[in-house]
C-alpha cells in the first residue's frame, strides 16, 4: 500500500503541495491526474523518496521513507519500477541492453539468468524478437512498452508511470493502457500520473484530482464523475457531456 499522509512541499517559496493526503490500495491502478503544474509529478518524486516532504509523511507497505537514509532508500526502491515520460532509453544501446542495463551493472546475477529475464519481459509486452534494434528504430508505441519491459525487469512491487500515453496516437495509447492493466493483473500496484481524463477514466480503480498542490477530489471513477465539485466538472467537462448525451439517448 502507498500513502502519503497530510505531506507539504514548498520550494523556493512556492507551495508544490499543501496538505495532500491519499491512499493506493495494494493491487489497484492510482491515477493521479490535474492540469500542467498542479503537483502531480511531484507526487511520483516523494513515493520514490527523491524529495522529502516539509511536513507530513509518506509511507511504503508500512514503512514512513521521510526518515530514511540513501541506503535503506534504495532497497525500497528495489521494490520499484518507473517508467519516464520520454522514456530514457539510451540511444546507442540495444533494447536487450536497454532492459538489461542495470542488472548488467550491478553484476550480482549470471548472464544467462539476465536473457532469460528479458526475453520474459519482452514476450510480456508482445514484442519477441528485436533484442538486437536499436530506439531509433521503434516507433513511439514501440519504446513505451519497451521502457515498461524494463521497469518490469526487477519484478517490481510497484510501477510508476508519467505521463505513459504522451505523444502517442490514440491506437498506441490504447495498448499502452491496456498494458498497463496487464502489469496491475500480475499484482502490482501501479501509479499513473496524466493530464489526460479519458485515460484516467479508462484505467483508474481510483482517482485523485489535483490542483495547485491540492487534493480537489479524490475516489473511484464513479464519485469523481458524480462529483459536485465546480473544478471537477470543468475538468471533466467533455466526459459530463458525453454522459448527459447518453442519459438523454437513453430517455427518448
Known sequence: MI???????NLDGKQILD????????????VVLGPSGAGKSSIL????GL????????????????????KELLKIRRKMG???QGNALFDSLTVRQNIGYFLYEQNEMESKEIADLIEEVLTFINMPGIQRMYPDQLSGGMKKRVAIARAMIYQPEIVLYDEPSAGLDPINGKQILDLIKK???????SVVVTHIMNDAVSIGDQLTLVNNGIIVENGSVHDILNSKKEFVKDFFYE??????????????
Do not use: A, H, Y
Not at 500513502?3 to 512541499?9: A, D, G, H, I
Not at 518524486?45 to 520514490?48: G, S
Open 51 to 70: 524529495w522529502k516532504p516539509d511536513s507530513g509523511c509518506v509511507v511504503i507497505d508500512g514503512v514512513d521513507i521521510c526518515g530514511l537514509k540513501e
Open 82 to 84: 518507473i517508467v519516464f
Open 239 to 252: 466526459i459530463f457531456q458525453d454522459i448527459e448525451l447518453l442519459k438523454k439517448e437513453q430517455l427518448v
Open 183 to 189: 502489469v496491475r493483473d500480475k499484482g502490482s500496484t
Open 45 to 48: 518524486k516523494m513515493i520514490l
Open 3 to 9: 500513502e502519503l499522509l497530510n505531506v507539504s512541499l
Open 19 to 30: 496538505n495532500v493526503s491519499l491512499k493506493i490500495k495494494k493491487g489497484d491502478i492510482g
